[in-house]
């Protein structure tokens, strides 16, 4: 593609050099620059790309976008893209080079999102089973659908590891291109709060936007709510197209600020009761909503609820266990009804999606008690699993007789590097919401797991709890302790097949240590009598 073509329209404060020459690729890490790439230099949380401009210009760079000043001396250094011959590279000055790398990606990639239904979930908890509930719900429809997540990128069947909940502005539009060239109609993503700050979205054309909650989490990296709420409020404020659909969780708060605020711009209208406003939905289980759900009934087989909309009432059956998942299942519906998907699509859609890998998933290899991996990693999920697990613990099934108050163990951790503020408060929460708790070590990357554990245990509310930092021992510990009938929760990894220690990744599953524990219990535990 010609540099004149990539770059028009784009907002440029000056190029020095003709911008008349061919672009083979764009990059934004110097080490995987190839010549006739546009190196485009980003601020990232540990490096600048501006410190690498020369090494991209060596590697065969022809132009490079960036926002600080930069040395002529690139002008007249020799480029690989162009056999040695001095006085090729072309500097484009920006005032936002990330801004700047999305307008490439999607010109580069010609506009992928032009081309597909492009539905976004965004929110602290919940996007990942929103996202595959909706992507069931559309392939019911007899859609061919693309995901993007945190679990994984699906191309129609076509499974990629995920390395960021949503990739890079580059790899995002790429990801997209290839949905394109796939045959896919309709694309279902997560994105993050990182990536709407970073704006590794922009320029694409969302139709449907979803909003599921907004708690606490991320603070390192936004320092205060009000920059999470921001950044979250970029995509329906941004980066919906001008018919799409907002699809908002009312009953929380921060989705209800969003509605009033988006009413506000809309039509000067802050009055949350008043009639829909135009291409708004809201879902909930409190009255007030535009799609609400009744007669809720939580057993160890799933749900079943009523879904009340526009005077009708649609019965929904659902495998997925716990209050939290009804609002998951609500705002699928609530994008599906946006995009006119008849309900028996949905309710099918609904039926059908099974388990998400590392989200309330079970560990079933025939013991006397249910083991649950889940991904609860901030306070409100760690609230949302034990309460899951507190609904179920409260009405076992008939046929089984306990020999003992069915307790919940939980194991908890919380990651190194992140937000230290949620470390006591996750305490608090599994203390005084678990029978016992086992505090232990998560992803501790550069911190030292003691010191972690001992700013989680300052916010524990109960004596109920042992400290035991190798989290292979303390599921084994979890497994041991757990008797007939009771509820194991080992939360905050989910679907993670690793831990983060010091920079590096050693291979760990919660889910594999789990089996291995209890398939090692099962065989030595003397069976039951009635």
């Given at each position: 593609m010609n540099l004149k073509v990539l770059i028009k329209d784009m907002e440029i404060n000056e190029i020095i050099g003709s911008t008349d020459v061919d672009v083979t690729g764009i990059a934004y890490d110097s080490r995987k620059v190839k010549a006739g790439d546009v190196f485009v230099a980003t601020k990232g949380e540990k490096h600048n790309g501006h410190d690498f401009i020369s090494d991209a210009v060596k590697k065969g760079a022809l132009a490079v976008v960036h926002e600080k000043a930069v040395s002529s001396q690139y002008l007249s250094m020799p480029s690989l893209s162009k056999g040695g011959i001095e006085g090729v590279v072309v500097l484009i000055n920006v005032s936002d080079s990330r801004k700047s790398l999305a307008y490439l990606s999607n010109n580069f990639y010609e506009k992928p999102s032009d081309k597909l239904t492009v539905i976004g979930v965004t929110g602290t908890n919940g996007k990942t089973t929103a996202t595959y509930l909706i992507k069931s719900i559309l392939v019911a429809w007899g859609k061919d659908v693309g995901l993007i997540g945190t679990i994984n990128y699906l191309v129609k069947d076509r499974l990629y590891e995920a390395p960021h909940t949503t990739?890079?502005?580059?790899?995002?539009?790429?990801?997209?291109?290839?949905?394109?060239?796939?045959?896919?109609?309709?694309?279902?993503?997560?994105?993050?709060?990182?990536?709407?700050?970073?704006?590794?979205?922009?320029?694409?054309?969302?139709?449907?936007?979803?909003?599921?909650?907004?708690?606490?989490?991320?603070?390192?990296?936004?320092?205060?709510?009000?920059?999470?709420?921001?950044?979250?409020?970029?995509?329906?404020?941004?980066?919906?197209?001008?018919?799409?659909?907002?699809?908002?969780?009312?009953?929380?708060?921060?989705?209800?600020?969003?509605?009033?605020?988006?009413?506000?711009?809309?039509?000067?209208?802050?009055?949350?009761?008043?009639?829909?406003?135009?291409?708004?939905?809201?879902?909930?289980?409190?009255?007030?909503?535009?799609?609400?759900?009744?007669?809720?009934?939580?057993?160890?087989?799933?749900?079943?609820?009523?879904?009340?909309?526009?005077?009708?009432?649609?019965?929904?059956?659902?495998?997925?266990?716990?209050?939290?998942?009804?609002?998951?299942?609500?705002?699928?519906?609530?994008?599906?009804?946006?995009?006119?998907?008849?309900?028996?699509?949905?309710?099918?859609?609904?039926?059908?999606?099974?388990?998400?890998?590392?989200?309330?998933?079970?560990?079933?290899?025939?013991?006397?008690?249910?083991?649950?991996?889940?991904?609860?990693?901030?306070?409100?999920?760690?609230?949302?699993?034990?309460?899951?697990?507190?609904?179920?613990?409260?009405?076992?099934?008939?046929?089984?007789?306990?020999?003992?108050?069915?307790?919940?163990?939980?194991?908890?951790?919380?990651?190194?590097?992140?937000?230290?503020?949620?470390?006591?408060?996750?305490?608090?929460?599994?203390?005084?919401?678990?029978?016992?708790?086992?505090?232990?070590?998560?992803?501790?990357r550069s911190e030292e797991p003691m010191e972690i554990i001992k700013e989680i245990e300052k916010g524990a509310l109960r004596m109920n709890y042992t400290i035991e930092p190798d989290r292979e021992k303390a599921i084994q510990k979890a497994v041991e302790t757990a008797e007939d009938g009771d509820i194991l929760l080992i939360a905050g990894k989910g679907h993670e097949d690793y831990q983060e220690i010091k920079g590096l990744r050693h291979k760990f599953s919660d889910r594999e240590t789990a089996e291995k524990a209890i398939k090692k219990k099962v065989n030595s535990d003397p069976p039951m009598t009635e």
């Open positions: 990739p890079e502005a580059l790899e995002f539009q790429a990801v997209l291109n290839e949905m394109v060239s796939a045959g896919c109609s309709h694309v279902v993503t997560e994105v993050s709060s990182h990536a709407l700050a970073q704006k590794r979205v922009d320029y694409t054309g969302f139709s449907v936007a979803v909003f599921t909650n907004l708690t606490r989490d991320h603070l390192d990296f936004h320092i205060t709510m009000e920059e999470y709420f921001w950044a979250k409020e970029r995509l329906f404020k941004e980066l919906l197209l001008k018919d799409g659909t907002s699809v908002i969780n009312f009953d929380d708060p921060y989705g209800r600020r969003l509605l009033s605020e988006l009413k506000t711009s809309q039509q000067g209208v802050a009055n949350l009761r008043d009639s829909k406003a135009e291409n708004m939905i809201t879902y909930g289980i409190e009255a007030g909503a535009d799609i609400v759900a009744e007669n809720i009934k939580n057993s160890f087989g799933g749900l079943l609820f009523d879904i009340n909309f526009n005077g009708r009432t649609y019965n929904i059956q659902s495998p997925l266990i716990g209050t939290h998942n009804v609002y998951n299942i609500l705002s699928a519906a609530g994008a599906a009804v946006s995009l006119n998907v008849p309900w028996d699509m949905i309710i099918s859609g609904i039926k059908n999606m099974g388990s998400v890998k590392g989200r309330f998933q079970k560990v079933d290899l025939g013991q006397n008690f249910l083991c649950i991996v889940d991904y609860a990693h901030t306070e409100d999920a760690l609230e949302r699993l034990i309460c899951a697990a507190r609904e179920l613990i409260s009405q076992p099934p008939k046929s089984r007789i306990m020999h003992h108050t069915p307790r919940i163990i939980t194991v908890l951790g919380c990651g190194g590097d992140r937000d230290r503020g949620k470390r006591p408060r996750m305490a608090a929460i599994a203390t005084k919401l678990s029978d016992y708790v086992l505090i232990t070590s998560d992803n501790p």
